[in-house]
């Protein structure tokens, strides 16, 4: 499984809206696009990473950047995980696990092995043409991002637009 790598083109894959509908990862490119991969909805670590990047999302629009949570849950627990936090931003559901084999962080030891398939915790900045400019994978699903190393790569993004 080939590892998704700063400098390179994301894969574009289809994810499932939490309305149930198909969306091609390249029909949000245009925009700086944060990607935060999640391995389950509901579990405290990944409560505490969405509700971070909720809180934080204006942060972002102000930079021109947009916000989504990936994950391998149903799109009907997205949903109601969503409304339960009171997410702004889009969740899409990889339950055929496309993304997280085509980025390279599929996850088959969560819970010592027990759940297979899951997503490493990972996030990913992308430009406008949809290239990679930030990249950070956690071996350790408790281990939330550095948030303020995100902001930086979207202001970086930022800074580089203006300067054009």
Known sequence: MAEVRVGDQA???TLVSWDRKAVRLSSLWGQ?????????AFTPVCTREMCAFRDQLSAFEAQ??????????????LRAFAEQQELTFPLLSDFNREAVRAFGIEDN???G????????RAVFVLD?????VYRWVSEDPRVEPDYEAVRRAVEQLGAARSKK
């Open 128 to 132: 406008s043409d949809g290239v990679v």
């Open 11 to 13: 894969p574009d894959v």
């Open 64 to 77: 021109g950047a947009r916000v989504v949570g990936i994950s391998v849950d149903s799109p009907f627990a």
């Open 32 to 40: 700086p696009l944060v990607l935060a991969f999640f391995p389950a």
């Open 109 to 111: 030891e969560l819970l």
């Open 113 to 120: 092995g027990l759940l297979r398939g899951a997503s490493k």
